[in-house]
């Protein structure tokens, strides 16, 4: 059994150019990230796929008072994945609840059980957005244990600036940055 996941983080029709919520040029990393989830099947290990799963009345909704636009409702092309999630991933759904926000992928949800109970040992993240929900994932990753590796060229920030930051930060706390090509 693979000691290794792959955790893909909101790779929706919303967060991408054109979406409610674009992150810039995140439509860029699609093949990259896709390559990714191709490497880790074959390999035998864990594909994760983390997404946001709001109701309608979501708090994170300027509508509520929240930072941003309606994106990613339940059941709508909206909230899509758009790279090629395989069958015997496990989605997990995030900030499902109307009245509480949640950026991580552990937040609230089982991704911690589904990795312990798959020997899961060290994740590599990869995703959008990198100052948001990638670094809110991995930071948590990193808190509980798991060696976390940040796949550089299959990730997306909303500016160069935030992004840089957000690497850093990640470093800082002990996350190691790597490439898709060398795993």
């Not at 995140?26 to 594909?47: P, S, Y």
């Not at 999630?85 to 900030?95: M, Q, R």
């Not at 020997?119 to 670094?135: D, I, L």
Request: glycine share 8%; proline share 5%.
């Amino acid at each position: 059994m693979s000691r290794e996941a792959l955790i893909v983080v909101d790779m929706q029709r919303d967060f991408m150019p054109g979406g409610a919520l674009p992150v810039p040029e995140g439509d860029k990393i699609i093949t990259k990230v896709n390559q990714c989830i191709k490497k880790f099947q074959e390999r035998g290990a864990l594909v994760v796929a983390t997404r946001d799963w709001h109701p309608e009345n979501h708090i994170s909704f300027k509508e509520r008072g929240g930072p941003w636009p309606k994106h990613c409702v339940q059941n709508t092309p909206g909230a899509e994945f758009v790279v090629e999630i395989p069958e015997n991933a496990a989605v997990i759904s995030k900030a499902t609840e109307p009245d509480k926000e949640a950026y991580s992928g552990f937040e609230d949800t089982e991704l911690n059980e589904i990795l312990q109970k798959n020997g899961v040992e060290r994740v590599y993240v990869c995703g959008v957005a990198t100052e948001y929900c990638v670094k809110a994932t991995a930071m948590d990753a990193l808190k509980l244990g798991y060696e976390t590796c940040i796949i550089v060229d299959a990730i997306r920030g909303i500016n160069p600036e935030g992004e840089k930051r957000a690497l850093e930060e990640l470093q800082k706390a002990g996350a190691k940055l790597v490439e898709c090509e060398k795993l």
